[in-house]
């Protein structure tokens, strides 16, 4: 076989290849762009909700540990179920619950406008936690009402939680993307105020790099 028809041979499968893989393309495309946005799937989770204008989301510790069912690996896997009730982490969820509650009662604070929430449990594990946040900020509606390439406003407006500096890193890098706030009430890392890596992240607890400062000048004064 000569060289001309080693470069015709080279150059028809060539084409063959791209016109598959354009083709291959498009189908995948219009699979991902459907008419409609849709969850590939939902979570069952420990919560409490109460509808309103504005939801507010929250995270809180309510069991102690998760039991995990046996894989099969012949169907899809169960999820866990919680146990040990965690008296502290109910608290905190019920304060949330309150403070909304009282907001809600004074109409001079937010005039025509009322405050719901959801609040899910984390059972202290980060898959759990994971799962929660996931939720708040794509809802539990199978047929979700935004636009042709998902991408609108969020059912919360914020985020309350995590407790832990390891779950709420690993919730921030996600929620971060999609600018969600998430406010943690005991997530203490000084990783967690980098403005780069988690630009919608906010604490009401001072970090372990201020707490070192101020047990240093304690110590020192």
């Known amino acids: 076989m000569d060289q001309s028809k080693i470069m015709r041979t080279f150059l028809n499968s060539s084409l063959l290849f791209l016109l598959l893989f354009?083709?291959?393309s498009s189908a995948v495309s219009s699979s991902l762009y459907s008419s409609s946005c849709q969850l590939q799937g939902q979570f069952h989770l420990n919560g409490m909700h109460k509808p309103g204008d504005v939801i507010l989301g929250?995270?809180?510790r309510l069991h102690f540990f998760p039991a995990?069912?046996?894989?099969?690996?012949?169907?899809?896997p169960q999820q866990p179920t919680c146990f040990g009730f965690d008296v502290m982490g109910f608290?905190?969820?019920?304060?949330?619950?309150?403070?909304?509650?009282?907001i809600n009662r004074?109409?001079?604070?937010?005039?025509n406008v009322t405050l719901g929430y959801s609040l899910y449990d984390n059972c202290i594990q980060l898959g759990i936690a994971f799962r929660a946040?996931?939720?708040l900020v794509s809802g539990q509606e199978e047929q979700v009402t935004l636009e042709e390439k998902c991408e609108g406003t969020p059912p919360v407006?914020?985020?309350v939680g995590d407790s832990s500096s390891t779950r709420t890193i690993a919730i921030s890098t996600v929620l971060g993307s999609y600018r969600v706030p998430l406010v943690s009430y005991?997530?203490?890392c000084s990783c967690l105020s980098d403005r780069q890596r988690f630009p919608s992240f906010f604490r009401t607890i001072p970090s372990d790099a201020f707490q070192v400062k101020v047990n240093f000048l304690i110590q020192n004064a």
């Open 22 to 24: 354009s083709c291959f």
């Open 58 to 60: 929250g995270v809180f």
């Open 68 to 76: 995990y069912p046996d894989l099969s690996f012949t169907s899809e």
């Open 91 to 102: 608290k905190l969820a019920q304060t949330m619950a309150f403070a909304i509650d009282e």
């Open 106 to 111: 004074n109409s001079n604070l937010l005039p």
């Open 133 to 135: 946040a996931l939720t």
């Open 157 to 159: 407006l914020g985020i």
């Open 186 to 188: 005991f997530a203490t």
